[in-house]
């Protein structure tokens, strides 16, 4: 369950990550209309329970996040 203010804005998406990952791992995120974006996982902290979340990718209105590996 999500609480959200008029701070942080909406929340479009989580992903909870269970795998652990080293500091030579990648993260991709691919967008239905082909967007991708690739960074190095040891950029990407882990968040806490009153953290309000990191953008990886910014999406078109009518675009969305199909994959993450």
Request: zero cysteines; hydrophobic letters at 40%; glycine letters at 8%.
């Amino acid at each position: 369950n999500q609480r959200l203010s008029l701070r942080n804005g909406a929340v479009i998406a989580t992903k909870t990550v269970r795998k652990k990952v080293g500091e030579e791992d990648e993260v991709i995120v691919i967008t239905q209309k082909g967007k991708s974006i690739r960074l190095a996982a040891k950029g990407i902290s882990a968040m806490g329970r009153n953290t309000s979340g990191l953008r990886i990718i910014r999406l078109d209105e009518d675009d969305k996040a199909i994959a993450l590996t």
